[in-house]
Nanobody, 121 residues
Framework: QVQLVESGGGLVQPGGSLRLSCAAS????????MGWYRQAPGKQRELVAL???????NYVDSVKGRFTISRDNAKNTVYLQMNSLKPEDTAVYYC???????????????WGQGTLITVVS
């Protein structure tokens, strides 16, 4: 089965930067979109950013201008560059992907394991 492996989480000071990556474990997984969600303590999970196979992107308003989502199609990997981090960004970040697998190329949705981002002085 396809798995998403996340990396890049950690602790950072306000104003700092981190880069998350998420790689699909199988090259036969044809990605339709990949995105990032986050869940802060006591709050519901929210969509942070997504990128389609065509390269179009969407962001939640609170991160526009600070976060950038990108992808490397050859590696089936999505990245989230997070700049000007704020304490409010503290959350567990989850990678999410919708893709197709052979032979019928039916769609499946896959979640990463989550990685913790903590923004504190």
């Amino acid at each position: 089965q396809v798995q998403l492996v996340e990396s890049g989480g950690g602790l950072v000071q306000p104003g700092g930067s981190l880069r998350l990556s998420c790689a699909a474990s199988r090259s036969t997984f044809s990605i339709i979109y990949m995105g990032w969600y986050r869940q802060a303590p006591g709050k519901q999970r929210e969509l942070v950013a997504l990128i389609s196979s065509a390269g179009s992107t969407n962001y939640v308003d609170s991160v526009k201008g600070r976060f950038t989502i990108s992808r490397d199609n050859a590696k089936n990997t999505v990245y989230l560059q997070m700049n000007s981090l704020k304490p409010e960004d503290t959350a567990v970040y989850y990678c999410n992907a919708l893709g197709a697998t052979p032979p019928q190329y039916s769609n499946i949705e896959v979640w990463g394991q989550g990685t913790l981002i903590t923004v504190v002085s």
